[in-house]
């Protein structure tokens, strides 16, 4: 088959990407190299180096493909509340614009919906009936996008299935920048003896998800038969506290880590755990990797990298 990842050529992209060639499939990829960087993808992969809003570029990255996997976004929280607009842009806007596109093509889409679209709620685990309560500018165009899917599924017969990821970690996650995920940080920190900065009192926790896991659930949400317009929590199920994650992170690195306080980040959301007795019933999907283990291998990677290169092409790359 040839698909098409957008934003391939970033953090869980690239993880896709990889694990579509070694399943067989030949693979195209558009990303405007905002956030992604080129060294992430295998040679074997086509890098159209475009915008999605690009309308030109689009159908051309578009054209023959049996399958999008749209993972182009701009991933963060405190970004779209500093940017509302250009979060609307890059998430709510660039997905219309893979779907229709996708139409044109007769191909399935499978986006990467957010944990975010459930909010700040207290029933717990979050399951996929439950009412939609986005409480960031990101998180409304997350669910933007996947009611658009919907739509476009229900009008125009567009067959997509929408995954709704809970806090993806892992390797090449990006650590360099002010809206990097916590776990790409607190790694890099603790590495370089830096302090941790947490928001809030550290008890909010989240479903730690591996990138592996997540790759391969995309795979499977490809190549499943699922009901137009499906949307599907991915995710390993638990939850872990910031404060479990500083623990585990200081018997892995083997020294304590300096942490301080400060204020709850807007937009914040205190609990996130996934309900996944739906991935496991329509995708045969269920998470392989325990938080520990992913954990120790994200880890080892940032020690990796900052072994293999000078300190500022790591923290330019992590
Ligand atoms: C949210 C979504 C997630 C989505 C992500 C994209 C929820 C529950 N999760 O993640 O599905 O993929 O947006 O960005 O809505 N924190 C610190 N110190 C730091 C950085 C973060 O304490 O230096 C805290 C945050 O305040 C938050 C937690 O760590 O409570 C996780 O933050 P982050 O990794 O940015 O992800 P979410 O915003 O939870």
Known sequence: MLYLVTGGAGFIGSWICETLL??????????????????NLPSAVDLIEADLLDQGALERAMAGVDGVFHQA?????????????????ANATGTLEVLLAAREAGAKVVYAGSSSAYGDTQELPKHEDMGLAP???YAADKVAGELYARVCARV???RTVTLRYFNVFGPRQRADSPYSGVIAKFCMNALNGDLCTVHGDGEQSRDF???RDVAHGNLLAMEADCPPGAVINLAGGNRYSLLDMLDELERLVGHPIERSFTATRAGDVKHSQAAVEKAAELLGFRAQTSFADGLRETLDWYRNAAGNADETSVRSQA
């Open 22 to 39: 070694a399943a067989g499939h030949f693979v195209r990829v558009i990303d405007d190299l905002s956030s992604g960087v080129a060294d």
């Open 135 to 137: 409480q960031s500018p």
């Open 209 to 211: 998800t591996f990138v």
């Open 73 to 89: 976004a701009r991933p963060s929280v405190p970004r779209s509340v500093e940017d509302p607009r250009g979060s609307h842009r």
């Open 156 to 158: 125009y017969g567009v």
